[in-house]
């Protein structure tokens, strides 16, 4: 009995979590003396900074600690249960220590690149809602109306959710808008476009729609980078989870739904 119990502790907290594989830490700037440097930035310059640092392996600990999310959909032609498990970062992308620490907003280009080093993918707007569902922390969205692109007002911003946060620990959601990737992308007339969605309020409905109105260099104090882990594991009928590359999951016209409800879900990442 108690091997049995310990095997289902461990599989149980295998479930739950996925170890992001980080690079040793090369920098130990905290996310003030980020924010302080970068206030005279482009947004280039910006994101060059900040690939630079979380390249560097300067993240929070916490924030390479993925969280696990089962979902399920039910077979469109039998009655078969379809079930994933998919690992989500617990917040939204950060530079800096364990005791001084921001997130950062950034382009989908630099979101991408990082996404891509790091053997992740950007979320669909269906992952954001699921991720919402499952948080522990749910916070009031904070809009803020002047100078909204500018660097300062993104630091201020991480520090109105800190104040609201109060130290609460796990899983976050409702404080950013997230870039997401979207069939919308690549059937928009306009080039060079970003897609943002979410934003949760308190009764669970987004103020943000999927929207992709926006040039694919702008960024605000709203928006957030939720890193995805490219590996899902997925099981269909009474077989064990197997591991799926979210590209080939998206494919499928059956299995897509798990992560996707788009009709066409063919999105995959952005250029950089």
């Not at 696990?68 to 800096?96: E, N």
């Not at 997130?103 to 280009?109: D, V």
């Not at 990737?181 to 309020?201: F, L, M, Q, T, V």
Request: aromatic share 12%; charged share 25%.
């Amino acid at each position: 009995m108690t091997v049995c119990l310990l095997l289902s502790l461990l599989f149980g907290a295998c479930a739950r979590q996925h170890v992001l594989s980080l690079p040793a830490r090369g920098s130990r700037m905290g996310g003030k003396e980020f924010y302080s440097k970068a206030a005279a930035m482009s947004w280039r310059q910006r994101d060059s900074f900040a690939i630079k640092e979380i390249l560097a392996g300067n993240i929070p600990a916490f924030f390479g600690k993925f969280t696990g999310i089962r979902i399920s959909i039910r077979d469109t032609i039998s009655p078969k249960k379809i079930q994933a498990i998919i690992y989500v970062s617990p917040d939204y992308l950060s530079i800096g220590t364990e005791s001084d620490w921001a997130r950062i907003p950034l382009t989908p280009m630099a979101a991408q690149f990082i996404a891509d080093t790091l053997g992740c993918f950007l979320p669909t707007k269906k992952i954001v809602d699921d991720i919402y569902k499952a948080a522990i922390v749910k916070l009031e969205p904070v809009p803020m109306f002047a100078y909204r692109d500018s660097t300062p007002t993104m630091w201020q911003h991480h520090l109105i959710i800190e104040g609201q946060r109060k130290g609460k620990k796990g899983l976050i959601a409702g404080i950013k808008k997230d870039l997401v990737i979207s069939e919308r992308i690549s059937r928009d007339h306009r080039p060079n476009r970003e897609a943002i969605y979410g934003w949760h309020k308190p009764d669970g409905k987004p103020i943000q729609p999927l929207y992709t109105g926006h040039i694919n260099w702008w960024v605000d104090y709203s928006h957030g980078v939720r890193l995805i882990y490219r590996k899902i594991k997925v099981k269909s009928g009474k077989g064990g989870f197997r591991r799926m590359n979210f590209e080939e999951l998206l494919k499928d016209p059956v299995l897509k739904r798990l992560i996707c409800d788009e009709e066409y879900c063919d999105f995959y990442r952005y250029n950089y």
